[in-house]
Nanobody, 117 residues
Framework: QVQLVESGGGPVQPGGSLRLSCAVSGPSFSSVNINWFRQPPGKERDFVGSITYYRVTYYANSVKGRFTISRDNAKSTVYLQMNSLKPEDTAVYYC???????????WGQGTQVTVSS
């Protein structure tokens, strides 16, 4: 069983930065891929980016160049560094762990990010 807890969300002004954390508990953190998704108010959940267990990263075009995903295997934590935030980045942000060997997928509870002046 894998459990994920997001933190670091909150209000921020346009142009500001936030760093979200996704703490993962369970076996074999170093062998899971982690995805970040977000769900704006009244909209569907969208892919933001991901980091594989071998540290290759992928980003949605809407965040490329502004967001950076990293992982610290010693702390079993993945980070989403968000810079140059825009009002359209307002959403609940979720992390998602996928175990490549089984295909099992696990979700965190989400953390709210609000970008507003």
């Amino acid at each position: 069983q894998v459990q994920l807890v997001e933190s670091g969300g909150g209000p921020v002004q346009p142009g500001g930065s936030l760093r979200l954390s996704c703490a993962v508990s369970g076996p074999s953190f170093s062998s899971v891929n982690i995805n970040w998704f977000r769900q704006p108010p009244g909209k569907e959940r969208d892919f933001v980016g991901s980091i594989t267990y071998y540290r290759v990263t992928y980003y949605a075009n809407s965040v490329k160049g502004r967001f950076t995903i990293s992982r610290d295997n010693a702390k079993s934590t993945v980070y989403l560094q968000m810079n140059s935030l825009k009002p359209e980045d307002t959403a609940v942000y979720y992390c998602n762990a996928v175990v490549p060997s089984s295909g099992y997928s696990y979700w965190g509870q989400g953390t709210q990010v609000t970008v507003s002046s």
